[in-house]
């Protein structure tokens, strides 16, 4: 089983700072998602990469498949930013093993 | 708004019951995939069907059953509840293949469970 640790577990940051979100796994991997999960509860999908680097906006995440270790990057942070960041891992590439396993979140808070 | 639905948004019922908690995915989505959220074990992953088909398996105890339907819409049935249970149960879908081959998923905003 696939063991997925992010740190840190919780990040206070002014606005405006460069803020690095870490997550690391145990076993080789097919693809790593970053999710954010607001207060209210509510998911959303920020990106799936299986290598290299995504960009999407203020948000970058990168990859090190030979070390097991991803990355994600908030440029000038926002208070909307203020949420829960979670890291999953799928293991294997089969069609029946599309199974994430998920670290425990980081909580970020960012103060205006 | 993922385009994904679930329903109902909050269920209150008592030990022992069974209650049915309902997904539809993104339209032209045909896989479904079923998460569990709780206090102490964060998400985890319960089932995925593709098709009408179940795919993979998580930690999904007998207890509990699901289904995807021709219309591609899912059911995750709880039975013999009990205080555990209660939690955020989340329905994601995507795109999907029959490769396997990973697509992103987009999540419905989650049926939150309360067990009395």
């Known amino acids: 089983k696939n063991e997925v640790e992010q740190s840190p577990q919780n990040l206070t940051a002014q606005e405006g700072e460069f803020i690095t979100i870490n997550c690391s796994y145990s076993?080789?991997?097919?693809?790593l998602h970053w999710l954010q999960q607001h207060p209210g509860g509510g998911i959303v999908s920020l990106f799936m990469?299986?290598?290299g680097k995504k960009k999407h906006g203020r948000l970058i995440a990168t990859i090190n498949i030979q070390e097991k270790h991803s990355s994600l990057h908030i440029t000038a942070s926002h208070p909307r930013d203020s949420a829960v960041y979670i890291c999953?891992?799928?293991?294997?590439?089969?069609?029946?093993?599309?199974?994430?396993?998920f670290g425990k979140g980081t909580k970020l808070s960012v103060i205006p | 708004d993922s385009g994904v639905t679930q329903t109902p948004k909050h269920l209150i019922t008592a030990t022992g019951q069974r209650v049915t908690l309902r997904c539809s995915p993104r339209?032209?989505?045909?896989?479904v995939y079923w998460y569990q959220q709780s206090l102490d074990q964060g998400l985890q992953f319960l089932i995925q069907?593709?098709?009408?088909?179940?795919?993979a398996k998580g930690n999904i105890l007998e207890r509990f059953s699901a289904q995807q339907f021709p219309d591609l819409h899912s059911e995750l049935n709880l039975s013999s509840l009990e205080l555990g249970d209660s939690a955020l149960y989340f329905c994601?879908?995507?795109?999907?293949?029959?490769?396997?081959?990973?697509?992103?998923?987009?999540f419905g905003p989650g049926t939150r469970l309360t067990v009395l």
């Open positions: 990469l299986s290598s």
């Open positions: 994601a879908s995507s795109v999907g293949s029959p490769s396997g081959r990973a697509y992103g998923q987009f």
């Open positions: 069907y593709y098709n009408g088909e179940e795919r």
């Open positions: 076993v080789g991997i097919s693809a």
């Open positions: 999953a891992v799928r293991s294997g590439s089969g069609a029946g093993s599309y199974q994430l396993t």
């Open positions: 339209s032209g989505d045909l896989s």
